[in-house]
């Protein structure tokens, strides 16, 4: 039983096409988030959504657009796909908003081509 | 935004030996997260640790808030300890949680 799961696990596409990822979590919670992590290993935030309104929205391209159909839920759509979007993106959530431990997903490895 | 920096960035160890591992951090915080990164990219949290001093098997870490740093103690190292070790508190005091640059550990058998 998969606490955050991820699909697809990599995914290998050419540049300027348009793919999703997408996250549930069944643990109850309410939080979820995406972060990025670069080629050396680098991790930052993306996106926080709390009972599917989103909280958090760092300095990211509009080419990335989440989507939280639920809370059990978090989708990341990106269009316009660019080399530079290559990397680990990874799905946590945690109970609540404020202060809480973040479970992980096991990454969703980007290679735009 | 808060500055983090772990150190070492690298560490290699004989199995059975003992680390310390150090995050330092610009702001004040009331949280802190350590993370393991496996070699297999998976992220497992580790503590969740605002102040204070919490052991979990042979792991235990401690943070001073008031002294801006926390440290992760690993004891009796195992291969499968092995991986990057990231400190994260949050930004403001909020969920926000920044990533340091990690430490990278190797246990040789």
């Known amino acids: 039983d998969t606490a955050v799961s991820q699909t697809p696990k990599y995914l290998v596409t050419q540049m300027g096409n348009d793919k999703s990822i997408k996250c549930e979590q069944n643990?109850?919670?309410?939080?979820m988030y995406w972060y990025k992590q670069d080629s050396k290993k680098f991790l930052k935030i993306m996106f926080s959504?709390?009972?599917?309104?989103?909280?958090i929205n760092e300095t990211v391209p509009n080419r990335f657009s989440p989507k939280s159909p639920d809370k059990a839920h978090l989708n990341l759509h990106i269009n316009s796909l660019e080399l530079g979007d290559s990397a680990v993106y990874f799905c946590?959530?945690?109970?609540?908003?404020?202060?809480?431990?973040?479970?992980f997903g096991p990454g969703t490895r980007l290679t735009v081509l | 935004g808060i500055q983090v920096e772990q150190s070492p960035p690298d560490l290699i160890l004989q199995e059975g030996a003992n680390s310390t591992l150090r995050c330092n951090f610009s702001?004040?915080?009331?949280?802190l997260q350590w993370f393991h990164q496996n070699p297999w990219g998976q992220l497992i949290n580790l503590f969740y640790?605002?102040?204070g001093t919490k052991q979990n098997g042979r792991l235990s870490a401690t943070t001073v808030a008031t002294e801006r740093y926390s440290l992760l103690y690993i004891s009796s190292s195992q291969t499968t300890d092995s991986g990057v070790y990231f400190c994260?508190?949050?930004?403001?005091?909020?969920?926000?949680?920044?990533f340091g640059t990690g430490t990278r550990l190797t246990i040789i058998p």
């Open positions: 702001d004040s915080v009331n949280n």
């Open positions: 946590a959530s945690s109970q609540s908003a404020s202060l809480n431990t973040q479970y």
């Open positions: 640790i605002p102040s």
């Open positions: 643990l109850g919670h309410d939080t």
């Open positions: 994260a508190p949050p930004e403001d005091g909020n969920e926000k949680l920044t």
């Open positions: 959504y709390n009972n599917k309104e989103l909280i």
